[in-house]
């Protein structure tokens, strides 16, 4: 950012648009804690399900009562944890230590369960994606956060109640019900940082997306601590804690603008857009803002209403859609959930003996750079830290697969799989990261931004589904290679963004959506543009 913009930035800094960018993003602090808050608590919860499921783990092995190297079943009703069961607890009255032959397969019963309740948040977030278009245009960017936020409070409590009822589906219906308002929240945010955003700031505090969500994974790493909630007496507590931020998030809009972009372009309320840019802005003349409204406004009413399916197929459209697609796919499949899910089962995997400790260093790293990243992202550009970000993930994930894959022949490989999972991160958290959250918006003009914004968000959610899902059956397959196909993946992701992904640093949305319209822009702009379409302006 040079001198001038840098002092225009600060004259547009007010404590009017601290405090709303700062209440939206609460949203993706929930989205984070949601993240990070199934991972440390995993074996606690797991025993809790397989005493309510009687469900005996049958891979958990020890000395039982007669002294014989076995498993020990602790997890049916009704006996002392570490104890062989009577014949009663099982129903039996053969007087043998045999399990009924529906729980045979209880080990793959619980994984199913596990994973169910760690991947059904994005089902939650997939089924709501498509609605953030209709209900960001339907109440207004602040009241539909508003309203959103009831699934938030709703769901917390199931999850803060898990223990007074069938945990296993309270947890499930919570994390579902929760995942439906992130999936809201993750487009509704963008949506009005963006629009209530200077385009001097709009790519720093886009960022604050992502910081929100790796802080909220950090807290929620935190509390899971044993001492604190990530115990067997508090985990319902810790679950379902984020309802805090809802509450908090609910009044402090209240308190917040409505966005100027959809007041005047949707609305039509020309004064009312005024007054709140100048509660945005300060003291700032609001009428060059009003005049670049005005152009959009006039380019969304020449065309028709943009829907998801034209999206697809109206050639306008088509390049920055798969653009907007890829970031989200790139983002996702990079394998960043799976650390942030299995993050302690992979420090274990790594020979690590506190791995708790351990997730909790990735946590504090992840906060860090992404605070760095802040201040990167208007220097830098946004095309040139996501390229650098998933070259330096893809190094990371091969340096990881040949820690894990040599653990057992070279202790000191241990190391090596630690500092490349911290380095996956730092440079998760460089580009890949953040800039998804908020490029989508800044590709796309006002008509067919929401729609833009529904099927990103979608692909966004589908992704982290598969991931949240699949991982651990995949990482019990391929042991330490299973970062392979990550590494195979941001391959493609780096070809991709290298060679499609333009730059959307300090421009207009106008500017940037005559990037794929291919119009003429101004001289200022030509030669920038030029290079990223090769020459193929018309």
């Known amino acids: 950012m040079d001198k001038k913009s840098k002092m225009q930035a600060e004259k547009h800094l007010t404590g009017t648009l601290v405090l709303s960018v700062f209440t939206a993003v609460l949203g993706f602090f929930q989205y984070g804690y949601s993240l990070g808050v199934i991972n440390a608590p995993q074996k606690v919860i797991e025993a809790h399900y397989a005493r309510v499921l009687g469900i005996v783990p049958l891979d958990r092995h020890a000395t039982n009562a007669s002294g014989e190297d076995g498993p020990i079943p602790s997890t049916v009703p009704g006996t002392v944890p570490g104890t062989v069961p009577s014949t009663e607890a099982w129903g039996s009255t053969e007087g043998t230590l045999a399990p009924p032959e529906d729980l045979a397969a209880s080990p793959h019963v619980l994984t199913m ?23 960001g245009d339907r109440l207004g960017r602040v009241k539909a956060m508003l309203a959103v936020n009831i699934l938030s409070i709703v769901g917390n409590l199931f999850m803060g109640l898990a223990k007074f009822g069938p945990s296993h589906i309270l947890i499930i219906a919570g994390r579902a019900i929760t995942g439906l308002y992130c999936g809201l929240s993750s487009g509704l945010v963008p949506m009005y940082v963006s629009e209530v955003s200077p385009t001097a700031l709009r790519g720093a505090l886009g960022t604050l997306h992502q910081l929100a969500i ?23 507590l810790l679950l379902g804690l984020s309802g805090v931020a809802a509450l908090l998030q609910f009044f402090l809009l209240l308190l917040c603008p409505e966005s100027p972009r959809y007041l005047y372009i949707k609305l039509g309320k020309v004064e009312e857009a005024k007054k709140s840019l100048k509660r945005l802005r300060g003291n700032c003349d609001p009428m060059k803002e009003i005049a670049e409204m005005e152009k959009e406004k006039q380019e969304a009413a020449s065309e028709k209403k943009v829907s998801i399916g034209q999206l697809f197929t109206s050639s306008k459209y088509r390049q920055a859609v798969i653009v907007a697609l890829m970031v989200q796919i790139s983002q996702q499949f990079s394998g960043i959930n799976a650390i942030f899910y299995y993050s302690t089962n992979i420090f274990e ?24 990243s802040v201040f990167l992202v208007e220097k830098a550009g946004r095309r040139s830290l996501f390229l650098a970000g998933l070259m330096g993930m893809l190094m990371s994930a091969v340096a990881m697969t040949v820690g894990l894959a040599l653990l057992s022949q070279f202790a000191w490989m241990s190391y090596v799989s630690m500092i490349a999972i911290f380095l996956f991160v730092i440079f998760f958290e460089v580009g890949p990261g953040p800039i998804p959250w908020f490029i989508v918006a800044e590709l796309f003009s006002q008509g067919p931004r929401p729609a833009a914004i529904a099927i990103a968000g979608f692909c966004n959610w589908a992704c982290n589904f598969i991931v949240g899902m699949c991982f651990q059956y995949i990482a019990d397959l391929c042991g330490p290679y299973v970062f392979v196909i990550f590494a195979v993946l941001l391959v493609v992701f780096l070809l991709f963004a290298f060679l499609k992904v333009p730059e959307t640093k300090g421009k207009s949305f106008e500017e940037i959506a005559a990037v794929f319209r291919r119009k003429k822009l101004p001289a200022k702009s030509m030669t920038e543009l030029e290079e990223l379409r090769g020459g193929e302006v018309a």
Not at 116 to 134: D, P
Not at 224 to 234: I, K, P, T
């Open 113 to 135: 369960y596990w994973s169910l309740s760690v991947s059904v948040f994005a089902i939650g977030g997939m089924v709501s994606s498509f609605t953030v278009g209709w209900i």
């Open 214 to 236: 790796v802080t909220g994974i950090l807290i929620s790493q935190v509390l899971g601590l044993d001492f604190l909630l990530g115990n067997d007496e508090m985990w319902p």
């Open 349 to 372: 995997r790594a020979g690590v003996d506190q791995p708790v400790y351990a997730t909790i260093g990735v946590g504090v790293v992840n906060t860090v750079f992404t605070v760095i």
